[in-house]
């Protein structure tokens, strides 16, 4: 008998044909991800017609009886739930129902001013710190630490706001200006009753608190991106820190701290849980003063819509669904116009927490 | 004759003296950003430390008193729904957009798109969530429309982290790999995507936690039981976490507050753990980075 050595042709054809498959399903490889990619690029922009949609559809009713009266009235009232229903502009609504938005708008853009007056300027300085004034051995947790705030959900930072932070405010250091306020126009506004720490002040400053984050490890990322040549150029002409800060490193990089900033804007206009906290949720006034509580388009949605739901012409839901509208509109324009400034800049349009 | 004028420029005293002000405020600054955030975790821990009883992890709620059980594992169902919705479709999102957007048809309208989802405030996606899917489609409060509220929500962070993260693959890393034949997918899936991989889960991670901690979209689509999760997307309730913060804060009965506390540290701990791991995977790569270079 002749040992033959095994055959090896069936194996190396086995082996080609299975490279083949494998070649084959490579180059097919590249087209699945390109569909796939393509498939899951419907959701976001589904999510958002999805949104727009019964949003508009929901409000019209109330977009039709109240018109613009709608942005300029103050009162909130849902009507009385056994007076009957009558027709307006062809709507059924509860008799003596009447919405107006004003004091929520108010609200609204109040609160998310003075978290801007805040936040803009401690944002601009901490990351200075972090930058400049410190060793990177400590700088680099304590950057944490800032980018830790991002991460806390707002509903604790609304029960420390509200149980904690108001009260030691309004016992311990709003008194010190309200009491020492002459009672004339302008600064009129800075006096008056303080309150128990729930309010508009109150709901601005831990609006702030919320936003720092956004600005300050932003505005950090861009700091490090300035070169060094003409900060160490600026220092060998003489400058002291603050000119060079002033000088050169903040107009280098100006645009981008702008977009953070206005981004950081469009988070504190759409807060909601922390706000609805602390703001008193008063509906129906805008403050007096400084201190007196109220209530922003948001918190007003979360803490309405339980009982909007029980009027049964549905016209107290399509109101809320006006404010959300409204809401809707302010934040887009305002995140819009802050990612346009951010991708002028240059810099990565990568915010720390949610916009 | 060259004269320097220095008759109306500011003294060096005078400078010196802002420069040192300057000083004064970034730490000031520094103060008002660290100190309320320690002050905050601080709060929390010492509310819940006193009463803080192991079981609370085991034990069913009773709305305004008893244990957090059903709330825990709510939280954790809708992160890990959240993860498999929002991670799939966020994900790939970002990758076509950094790997097939270019000169393809309507790229522009999903980059606005995520831009204006990412900006949508979350009690107007909730509301939204709760007039149409919970009412206007008859889902009740159940999984499926809390979790699709949460998604859409945060789809857009992912989207984008991906996308950066993608972006930072070195081109000598696509280059080497067309470079050795690889077809473009098998390149795309072995090189570039596993490269991007620390930077895609950092993201995924923040997401998720943004998704645990989120209150607003889901007062109104999940609703909230006292039994653990069921296996049903619709028409069953499911409990979370922020919802006992945000409800027994302020009712009469100390055993609420003590809840509400609980239900504090337990979201703090889960938060700050997903935020720490993020950072480990970022410095660990970013030395990896810097070892390889």
């Known amino acids: ?355 | 004759m060259v004269e320097i004028g220095l008759a109306g420029l500011p003294s060096t005293r005078w400078r010196r003296a802002r420069s040192r002000l300057f000083h004064v405020l970034m730490w000031v600054a520094l103060a008002f950003v660290v100190g309320p955030a320690l002050w905050l975790v601080v709060g929390v821990v010492a509310r819940a430390l006193p009463g803080w009883r192991w079981n609370v992890l085991t034990t069913m709620s009773q709305g305004t008193s008893g244990g957090l059980a059903n709330a825990v594992v709510g939280t954790l169902v809708l992160m890990a729904g959240v993860l498999v919705l929002a991670g799939t479709s966020g994900v790939l999102t970002g990758i076509y957009l950094s790997e097939f957007a270019e000169g393809s048809r309507g790229v522009h309208l999903v980059r606005v798109a995520i831009d204006v989802l990412a900006g949508f405030p979350s009690i107007v996606l909730g509301y939204v969530g709760y007039v149409a899917l919970c009412v206007g489609l008859g889902w009740g409060f159940s999984l499926l429309p809390a979790l699709m509220i949460l998604s859409f929500m945060v789809v857009p962070y992912i989207a984008k982290s991906t996308e950066a993260a993608l972006h930072q693959v070195p081109t000598s890393y696509r280059e080497g790999a067309e470079a050795l034949g690889m077809p473009g997918g098998h390149a795309l899936r072995r090189v570039v995507v596993r490269t991007a991989l620390p930077g895609i889960v950092t993201g995924l991670l923040i997401a998720l936690s943004i998704a645990g901690g989120e209150t607003a979209p889901l007062l109104y689509t999940a609703g909230v039981t006292n039994n653990l999760p069921t296996w049903s997307l619709l028409h069953h309730p499911i409990a979370y976490l922020t919802y006992y913060v945000w409800t027994d804060w302020n009712q009469p009965s100390s055993a609420a507050h003590v809840v509400s506390y609980d239900a504090s540290l337990i979201l703090v701990v889960l938060v700050l753990v997903m935020l720490v791991v993020a950072r480990l995977i970022v410095a660990r790569t970013q030395r990896h980075a810097e070892s390889s270079a």
């Open chain 1, 1 to 355: 008998m002749i040992q033959r050595a095994p055959s090896t042709v069936g194996e190396t054809r086995r082996d080609d044909s299975s490279r083949r498959v494998r070649r084959a399903w490579a180059r097919r490889e590249e087209s699945l991800w390109r569909v796939g990619g393509r498939v899951a690029t419907l959701v976001p922009v589904g999510a958002l017609a999805f949104l727009l949609v019964v949003l508009a559809v929901k409000a019209w009713p109330a977009i039709k009886v109240s018109g613009w009266g709608y942005l300029t009235g103050s009162a909130w009232l849902p009507g009385s739930t056994y007076g009957g229903v009558e027709k307006v502009h062809g709507v059924a609504i509860p008799v003596g129902a009447h919405y107006g938005a004003w004091p929520l708008l108010a609200g609204t853009l109040q609160t998310s001013a003075i978290a801007l007056i805040f936040a803009v300027p401690v944002s601009i300085l901490t990351a200075f710190a972090l930058t400049e004034g410190l060793p990177g051995r400590i700088a680099r947790p304590l950057g944490f630490v800032v980018e830790v705030v991002a991460g806390i959900p707002s509903v604790i930072i609304g029960l420390w706001g509200v149980l904690v932070l108001g009260p030691f405010l309004a016992h311990d250091v709003y008194p010190l200006v309200a009491t020492h306020v002459p009672n004339v126009p302008v600064l009129r506004y800075f006096g008056g009753s303080v309150g128990y720490g729930e309010g508009l002040l109150t709901s601005g400053l831990v609006l702030g608190l919320m936003i720092v984050p956004i600005i300050a490890s932003t505005t950090r990322d861009l700091f490090l991106q300035v070169p060094a040549l003409p900060q160490e150029g600026a220092r060998a002409l003489g400058m002291t820190d603050a000119e060079v800060a002033r000088r050169v490193t903040l107009p280098w990089v100006r645009s981008g701290v702008i977009g953070a900033a206005v981004l950081g804007l469009g988070r504190a206009l759409g807060e909601t849980i922390a706000v609805a906290m602390v703001s008193g949720s008063v509906l129906g006034v805008v403050s007096p003063n400084l201190y007196g509580t109220m209530t922003t388009i948001a918190a007003t949605i979360v803490s309405q819509l339980d009982s909007a739901a029980t009027d049964g012409t549905g016209f107290a839901v399509a109101n809320l669904a006006e404010a959300g509208l409204l809401l809707a509109a302010i934040s887009i324009a305002v995140n819009l116009a802050a990612r346009a400034i951010v991708r002028r800049s240059g810099a990565l349009g990568a915010p720390v927490g949610r916009a």
